[in-house]
């Protein structure tokens, strides 16, 4: 028989699970201290940092050449309209171009500042409708914090290039308990190459078309997936000379989705009469689909946003994808022929057992031929299958749930342009298990899971144009247990392994690169909870990031404990053999 009692854990970790949306009620998973120490102004800001490998300018590069593109403060902006200015392109833009040069690297970045008390706040940067950014601020100290974000946005150097909008929407509430505003400027930095290089890297796309909503609105441009059954869609046509297209995909996801991996299944909910508890299980899958047919999936890595969990393992080294939470992309070439007609065709998205709230938009990035008016295409073959199965055992507040999932999109298609008449195949590939255990009458939780992502496209003529395969490896570990529970006061004890494990491979006329990367994070603390605020606790963070890559090397090995960098090593040099110098595409 279930019982109808509910532990202390299950209620805090299954509503500590619940948000970071654009903004929300402040509830009792997010904890500030219980009194802010007084501010000392001799104390300096704590930086808060993601680690990512460094952005590099290319060899031979000139530059920066840096606009401010928009300076502002986000107090209370939740429900108001996006933070906006006027885009000019840079004058070195074209005056390079003039020159004979050719842009070589385009880095965005944000650099902020807050002090006193607040949440963590997604926000979204847009340039003419189409995303640049997607980020979660680091949540503040008395005496302050700072934090930076730099993306590499080269592959919108047709949006650089032409005037427009810029818009950042960052939904914060400021009252007399949460006081922290944000101070944020956005720069944009440019680099050029003097003459054409050899051999001349890969064009970037002729047009981005953002599949996201239109200003005016009181919100983000992202689309709100509210549930499963909820759809959101944009109505594009694509120009009649396109030979090659690429979806990039923007995901985040809050609320009561924020930690979906968590979910236990609706059944074991209903049975013990938890009515506050997010469910509909521990599997989610983002649907893309153009008109009637599953173009492609994302399967999210398990981004945790500065005050998930325990917001003192994340300071102030925070979790991996925070700062930059990572895209998809998606290659719908061989669906070309079918869009290429002059009539509007749809984009939509939707997620599975989604529950309140994804937030999520994507940008077109098209090929055109200039030679031609019109290019012609056909699909030749499509595939989408996909299962999922739930193994559910438990005993009131004590169970197991095993989640496993796989996913197959396949596609072939040709187009005929100036070019030639080129094949192109694009494949995904998706694994996923998930094991959720409660424990203890439900005090104790502990997550395993891992998803499996494989994908590739490759062109051909004849001869093999392009060939690019990444594959990915999402594993997760997380612990939650609470003890000593005193009225309203417990303990909280957490647990985190998370890690991306990244190899990419492409090869096309240009030559080869490959590359392998491995970010890892370590983490574990604990919290005194009284009410709904942090009245004591520590937290620790340790990382390992190695990259290797034909581009070359990049090593960092940090640790935090309680505000405080233990030590910091970093390297960017190739050890003998390190570095990859293949001539021919590598295997999986």
């Known amino acids: 028989m279930a019982s109808r009692t509910t532990s202390p854990c299950l209620i805090f970790l299954l509503a500590l699970l619940l948000p970071l949306a654009a903004v929300a009620v402040p509830r009792r998973h997010r904890f500030p201290s219980l009194q802010l120490a007084p501010v000392n102004a001799s104390e300096p ?25 928009l300076s502002d403060s986000f107090g209370y902006t939740y429900g108001r309209p996006p933070a906006t200015a006027a885009y000019v392109p840079p004058e070195c833009l074209a005056a390079a171009r003039a020159r004979g040069g050719s842009l070589a690297l385009a880095v965005l970045e944000w650099s902020a500042d807050c002090r006193g008390r607040q949440f963590d706040r997604i926000f979204g940067v847009w340039l003419s409708g189409a995303e640049l950014l997607r980020s979660c601020t680091a949540e503040p100290r008395p005496d302050g914090i700072l934090w930076s974000v730099s993306r590499d946005v080269t592959r919108y150097a047709a949006l650089l290039s032409e005037p427009g909008e810029v818009a950042v929407y960052l939904g914060n509430i400021v009252d007399s308990t949460y006081t922290g505003v944000y101070h944020a400027n956005l720069t944009l930095h440019l680099y050029f190459h003097s003459t054409t290089p050899s051999p001349p890297p890969l064009p970037h796309a002729d047009l981005i078309l953002p599949i996201s909503r239109s200003l005016p609105l009181n919100d983000g441009q992202w689309f709100a997936i509210q549930n499963s059954a909820d759809v959101q869609s944009r109505k594009l ?23 979906w991996y968590t979910n236990p299944p609706n059944e074991y909910i209903e049975a013990n009469n938890l009515s506050s508890v997010p469910g509909n299980g521990a599997f989610r899958e983002v649907i893309v689909k153009v008109d009637d047919n599953v173009v492609g999936a994302v399967w999210p890595f398990t981004v945790i946003y500065t005050g998930g969990v325990n917001p003192l393992l994340w300071r ?10 990572p895209t998809y992309d998606i290659d719908i070439t061989p669906f070309l022929g079918k869009l290429m007609d002059g009539k509007e065709h749809n984009f939509g998205f939707a997620v599975t057992n989604a529950l309140d709230m994804w937030y999520i938009d994507a940008n077109l990035h098209l090929w055109l031929d200039h030679k031609s008016k019109k290019t012609v295409g056909s699909l030749i073959s499509y595939d989408a299958t996909s299962s999922a199965n739930v193994d559910s055992q438990f005993s009131g507040l004590d169970g197991r749930f095993v989640t496993s999932a796989s996913r197959h999109v396949s596609a072939t298609g040709w ?48 001869a093999v144009l392009l060939s690019e395969e990444v594959h990915q490896v999402f594993p997760l570990y997380l612990f939650s247990g609470t003890s000593d529970e005193v009225g309203d006061e417990y303990s909280l004890v957490s647990a985190i392994k998370l890690s991306i494990n990244e190899k990419r491979g492409s090869g096309a006329e240009q030559g080869f690169s490959y590359s392998s990367l491995r970010n890892a994070q370590s983490a574990r603390g604990s919290m005194r909870v009284k009410g709904n605020l942090v009245t004591s606790g520590s ?13 070359g090397c990049y090593s960092r090995d940090v640790s935090s404990k ?16 390190s570095q990859v110098k293949g001539s021919r595409f590598p295997s999986s």
């Open 316 to 325: 102030p080294i925070t979790g991996i994808g925070s700062f930059n939470l």
């Open 415 to 462: 187009v005929e342009s100036s070019h030639g008449k080129v094949m192109t195949t694009f494949y995904q590939r998706f694994s996923y298990k998930n094991s959720n255990v409660y424990s203890k009458n439900g005090s104790e939780q502990v997550v395993n899971q891992t998803i499996d992502a494989k994908s590739g496209v490759s062109t051909t003529n004849g």
């Open 539 to 551: 937290g620790e963070n340790h990382q390992v990031y190695k990259y290797v890559g034909t581009d």
């Open 562 to 577: 309680n505000y405080t960098i233990v030590f910091d090593h970093s390297d960017d040099s190739c050890l003998k053999g």
């Open 237 to 259: 046509a694509i120009p009649s000379n396109t030979y090659r297209a690429v979806l990039e995909v923007f995901v985040s996801f809050h609320s009561s989705d924020e930690f």
């Open 45 to 69: 800001p704590t930086t808060f940092f993601e680690v990512d490998r460094p952005i590099q300018p290319p060899r031979g590069s000139v530059g920066p050449c840096s606009a401010l593109l």
